[in-house]
């Protein structure tokens, strides 16, 4: 079956950087498009970033454009979320999601999430 | 960016009830709308995507329709397991928006 665990989240001070992991089973992690989506404690989803199949296109937010970057290791079946100059406002559960299709389309799977708090 | 508005932010139902939930987007995403279910604590579940295909183990009590920019998702009799906080996206365009929500409580 499908399995995604993200790894990665903590408390860290504004200004800093922390990389995010998704190591992924049960499907052809090379073939999907992957997806981070995040929430913000008792707020509602928010979509970060996505990479395609083939990782070379990615589409960010706005907010984050800049500072966080999306990559995958296809030898390893990881998505990874690298971000930087961290604010108050990025402090989410984030969650890492596996697309529908090549170029990601829909979160079909998620993982459970990890929780970033950015506080200082 | 597509702004995904979705109606009414809390729905007060009794078991058995059917329930219809509403999504408008600002811009004509055509049939690419997914719909999620999210229970307290728990990671989203997508429940539907593009035109009205249920994702596996989906019971067939939920139902979904729309195109171009207003969207549904129907719930034929509410059972128990359905309280919970459900979340229109559309993926037709970056970056993909979510709708803020619909939490549907037990009356």
């Known amino acids: 079956q499908v399995q995604l665990v993200e790894s990665g989240g903590g408390v860290v001070q504004p200004g800093t950087s922390l990389r995010l992991s998704c190591t992924t089973s049960?499907?052809?992690?090379?073939?999907?498009?992957m997806h981070w989506v995040r929430q913000a404690p008792g707020k509602g989803l928010e979509w970060v970033a996505v990479?395609?199949?083939?990782?070379?296109?990615?589409y960010y937010r706005d907010s984050v454009k800049g500072r966080f970057t999306i990559s995958r290791d296809d030898s390893k079946d990881t998505l990874y979320l690298q971000m930087n100059s961290l604010r108050a406002e990025d402090t989410a559960v984030y969650y890492c999601?596996?697309?529908?299709?090549?170029?990601?389309?829909?979160?079909?799977?998620w993982g459970q999430g990890t929780l970033v708090t950015v506080s200082s | 960016e597509t702004v995904m508005t979705q109606s009414p932010a809390t729905l007060s139902v009794s078991p058995g009830e059917r329930v219809t939930l509403s999504c408008r987007a600002s811009?004509?995403?055509?049939?690419?709308v997914a719909w999620y279910q999210q229970k307290p604590g728990q990671a989203p579940r997508l429940l539907m995507s593009?035109?009205?295909t249920r994702a596996t183990g989906i019971p067939d009590r939920f139902s979904g329709s729309g195109s171009g920019t207003e969207f549904t998702l129907t719930i034929s009799s509410l059972q128990s397991d359905d309280f919970a906080i459900y979340y229109c996206?559309?993926?037709?365009?970056?970056?993909?928006?979510f709708g803020q929500g619909t939490k549907v409580e037990i009356k």
């Open positions: 990479i395609f199949y083939d990782g070379t296109t990615t």
């Open positions: 049960g499907f052809t992690f090379s073939s999907y498009g």
């Open positions: 593009g035109e009205s």
């Open positions: 996206q559309q993926y037709n365009n970056w970056p993909q928006t």
């Open positions: 999601t596996k697309g529908g299709h090549f170029f990601g389309y829909y979160s079909h799977y």
């Open positions: 811009q004509d995403v055509i049939t690419n």
